[in-house]
């Protein structure tokens, strides 16, 4: 089932709440900031898996920890491309690592 994306907070825990809801996604339009970073939190203090990209990713550029700490607690994955991944692990790869290896980097 796909639900569109919601104008703001409040209009999140309906979806949220719904148990036949068991996993969200959030990224690609969601807008890079404050707002979309609120949330991404919001979906994953609700329980249920989740899937992070681009702009979820990107609005946690400036606090990757506060991301890192969040989502070790769900399922969760993150689908960067290469640039989103080097703005949000840059504290955790090298210039020359491998990316198939990264592309398994547990938080």
């Not at 209009?11 to 609120?38: F, M």
């Amino acid at each position: 089932m796909v639900k569109p994306i919601v104008s703001d907070e409040e209009d999140l825990a309906p979806l949220l709440n719904d148990k036949r809801i068991t996993a969200v996604l959030i990224g690609p339009g969601a807008g890079v900031g404050p707002k979309t970073a609120s949330r991404t939190l919001q979906m994953l203090k609700s329980g249920k898996s989740v899937v992070l990209d681009a702009d979820a990713l990107s609005s946690f550029k400036d606090d990757p920890t506060l991301l890192f700490e969040a989502s070790s607690k769900v399922p969760c994955v993150f689908t960067p491309h290469e640039g989103e991944f080097k703005r949000i692990f840059s504290s955790v790869i090298k210039p020359n690592d491998d990316k198939m290896a990264l592309s398994h980097i547990h938080l």
